[in-house]
């Protein structure tokens, strides 16, 4: 599971999508408190009980807020996971690489025709062909860089070692391409890692200072970071794990720390609920975005299920949009209706079991009810 998620395509959409028969009822049969709201507890309590060592979320519904948290910071642990905890977001990152693309194009700076060669020229073979938008909406045909860095596991075979961008997207140098540009959608974590080399070649800054200039800074979103080569989750947390078999007997293998490097622009950053619902409202509202980018960006999700570094997925009472993200022992859910007005962001430590179902029972009545 933890491979799929760090490189699996549109893993929470896929689920809703697998899932929406069940969904659909999921509301009428939680419990609700007096003035008819679900019971939000009884619903993180259910994502825990499904197999998750600690879960953490917030809920907004317009200009109310719930946050709560259940199960414990270590496996077999007693203390409580943290409310305020910080997480490693996943593939979350590709929703923030993509806002600071578009912003750069809303500034002119750049354009979504403008092909691999102009920007990075001679690292990509064909880039010339591949254009800016190829790589935000997972149309380049460019494999996937992940593929045999993990063990059997799905743990990373070198969890310490630093990686430089170019490190990665060399390693499908010599890989045939999945597909002609543009002729379909492929997900693949390499995309947006170049990406990540398209902001530093425009700006002359590393890509992770462009996103917080222009995203973290100012929307005060103090508690999310882009760690680079730091392995420590800094601030309160809960730890995260992945069963290992050896000799006929699971063990639990810690896998919180790690380098984050071998995921940079396309998984890096560490959050908390509250930040990613603050990032993701400010977004659908038109607070990050000029209208024409945002309005692109949400147009190709709705028709094709993935727009520019935004995921999409079907609930009953309409469309859900934003990421999820998983990686190595975490799984992210980070979702808003269209205009920002109700949300969730769900962080969870997957270990056993099916805790995902329930993620999505908590995604849907906080939606929808």
């Known amino acids: 599971m933890i491979t799929r998620t760090i490189a699996g395509a549109g893993l929470i959409a896929s689920l809703l999508a697998a899932s929406a028969g069940a969904v659909q009822a999921v509301p009428a049969a939680a419990d609700a408190a007096p003035s008819g709201t679900p019971d939000w507890q009884a619903l993180l309590d259910g994502v825990v009980a499904g197999g998750a060592v600690a879960a953490i979320a917030e809920i907004r519904d317009r200009d ?108 499908v140098r010599d890989r045939p391409r999945e597909f002609p540009p543009g002729t379909r959608f ?36 103090r508690h999310t970071s882009l760690p680079g080569a730091a392995t420590r989750i800094p601030g309160p947390h809960a730890h995260a794990y992945v069963p290992v078999t050896k000799g006929g007997k699971t063990v639990p293998v810690d896998v919180t720390r790690f380098n984050p490097t071998m995921a940079g622009a396309s998984g890096e950053i560490i959050s908390t609920t509250e930040d990613l619902n603050r990032f993701f409202r400010a977004l659908f509202q038109g607070r990050l975005l000029l209208p024409a980018q945002l309005k692109e960006m949400k147009d190709l999700a709705a028709a094709k299920e993935y727009g520019l570094g935004l995921e999409v997925g079907s609930l009953p009472c309409g469309t859900a949009w934003g990421h999820g993200g998983g990686t190595h022992g975490y799984l992210t859910v980070a979702f808003s209706s269209a205009d920002g007005s109700r949300q969730l962001a769900l962080s969870m430590t997957p270990y056993a079991g099916d805790p995902e179902k329930a993620a999505l029972t908590l995604l849907t009545s906080a939606l929808c009810h």
């Open 64 to 171: 109310r807020t719930w946050r709560g948290v259940s199960g414990t910071v270590r496996l077999d642990g007693s203390r409580p996971a943290p409310a305020n905890g910080r997480f490693r977001a996943g593939s979350v990152t590709k929703s923030f690489t993509a806002a600071t693309v578009l912003h750069l194009v809303g500034e002119g700076r750049l354009r979504l025709t403008d092909t691999v060669e102009r920007w990075l020229p001679g690292l990509v073979d064909g880039g010339q062909r591949i254009t800016v938008r190829n790589l935000l909406q997972h149309t380049s045909g460019i494999p996937e860089y992940t593929t045999g860095m993990f063990d059997k596991w799905g743990i990373p075979e070198e969890r310490h070692r630093t990686w430089a961008a170019r490190e990665l997207v060399e390693r």
């Open 186 to 221: 492929g997900y693949s974590n390499t995309n947006y890692v170049l990406l990540g080399m398209v902001i530093e070649s425009v700006t002359g800054r590393p890509y992770a200072t462009e996103v917080r200039e222009r995203i973290l800074r100012p929307l005060g979103l």
